[in-house]
């Protein structure tokens, strides 16, 4: 079955830059390239919330919190999404989950991503 798994994520200052990476196992690289890909978070009593996503096109989204610092790609050939986050707040705190579906639209919400990872945390201090 297909599996997420994050990691780079850690501690760093405000203002710091941090590059978190998601790779999926389970599944060819052609039904990865395929993937709709997308970050969420969730900081501590607050709902999930979306980030970013991309998709095999070439498209992304950001939420209006991060566009201009955080910057999603992806490496198809290595079965792998990346999220560059730059200029680093303390409202960027957060554990932070990789999401995968099939299809090529952009959702902002959780719901239509079938596969998950166990999430990275963030932590920005002042």
């Known amino acids: 079955q297909v599996q997420l798994v994050e990691s780079g994520g850690g501690l760093v200052q405000a203002g710091g830059s941090l590059r978190l990476s998601c790779t999926a196992s389970?599944?060819?690289?052609?039904?990865?390239?395929?993937?709709?890909m997308a970050w969420f978070r969730q900081a501590p009593g607050k709902e999930r919330e979306f980030v970013a996503a991309?998709?095999?096109?070439?498209?992304?989204t950001y939420s209006e919190s991060v566009k201009d610092r955080f910057t999603i790609s992806r490496d198809n050939a290595k079965s792998t999404a990346y999220l560059q986050m730059n200029s680093l707040k303390l409202d960027d705190t957060a554990l932070y989950y990789c999401?995968?579906?099939?299809?090529?639209?952009?959702?902002?919400?959780?719901?239509?991503?079938?596969?998950w990872g166990q999430g990275t945390q963030v932590t920005v201090s002042s």
């Open positions: 991309n998709n095999l096109r070439g498209g992304s």
């Open positions: 389970g599944l060819t690289f052609s039904r990865f390239s395929r993937f709709t």
């Open positions: 999401a995968a579906t099939d299809g090529a639209l952009l959702w902002k919400v959780p719901t239509p991503y079938n596969y």
